[in-house]
């Protein structure tokens, strides 16, 4: 796939086949990611696989938790600000989106329900978790970001398809308890991976961008 074809055509993927990743496709994509750039090189990531029981027992221990009304705890601060003004419209805009195409299962709300899906890791059969080392430097987040796209956009490569999950960061005691990652690691970010089951309901969501004038400002263009 052309690059360019790979930006403009990632979306989302948030319903997939059960077909299992092979572990060599997961380890070769993530050979390949790791020559995202860093800042001065300190490459503060590191990635977690998370499949099969594990992954199950994570996915089951969480929506737990969102049930018990347990209030996400992150490493990082993800949840405390919420978005306002123009913000704020765009992710009402996004919520509509993607509410108006869940069905919820009985007796739960939507946002319940979409906030389980996606905890769940959309039944995709493998996440990936991004770990940053308590003592990563400043601008590790950032670069993991990064790395972050890299993945998805690496993927479409392999015919497989991305969620990133900033959901799977809401309790990270579970996931370090689950998948045992050493206290001393943050957990980042997750995504989702495999392959897309494109005639999911959950698959035709398109979300939009700003038109390009209205995010630049040219700075000292050259005189004709
Ligand atoms: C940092 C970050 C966290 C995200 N967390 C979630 C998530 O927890 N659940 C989810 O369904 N999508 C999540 N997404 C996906 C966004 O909703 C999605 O990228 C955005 O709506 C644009 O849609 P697109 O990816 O299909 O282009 C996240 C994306 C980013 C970059």
């Excluded at 990563?136 to 497989?160: C, H, K, R, S």
């Excluded at 005639?199 to 038109?211: A, F, I, K, Q, Y």
Aim: aromatic share 8%.
């Amino acid at each position: 796939m052309e690059l360019l074809d790979a930006i403009k055509s990632r979306r989302s993927v948030r319903a997939y086949k059960p077909d299992q990743v092979p572990e060599e496709v997961l380890t070769e994509l993530l050979d390949i990611v790791r020559w995202a750039p860093s800042a001065t090189n300190t490459q503060p990531w590191e990635f977690f696989v998370l499949t099969g029981k594990v992954l199950t027992d994570l996915n089951h221990a969480t929506v737990a938790k969102i049930r018990e009304d347990m209030k996400p705890n992150p490493d990082i601060d993800l949840f405390e600000k919420p978005p306002k003004g123009h913000y704020a419209k765009r992710q009402q805009k996004f919520f509509k989106q993607i509410l108006g195409i869940i069905e919820p299962e009985e007796g739960k709300d939507k946002m319940q329900n979409w906030f389980e899906m996606s905890v769940g890791n959309y039944g995709a059969p493998a996440r990936i978790v991004i770990v940053a080392d308590k003592s990563a430097p400043g601008w590790f987040a950032f670069d993991i970001g990064i790395v972050t796209q890299t993945i998805a956009l690496a993927a479409q490569e392999y015919g497989l398809g991305t969620c990133i999950l900033g959901d799977a960061a809401a309790y990270p005691d579970e996931v370090r308890r689950i998948a045992n990652i050493p206290e001393s690691k943050q957990i980042i970010i997750g995504i989702a991976i495999g392959y897309p089951d494109w005639d999911h309901p959950l698959n035709s969501l398109r979300t939009g961008r700003e038109p390009v004038e209205e995010l630049v400002t040219w700075c000292g263009v050259a005189e004709e």
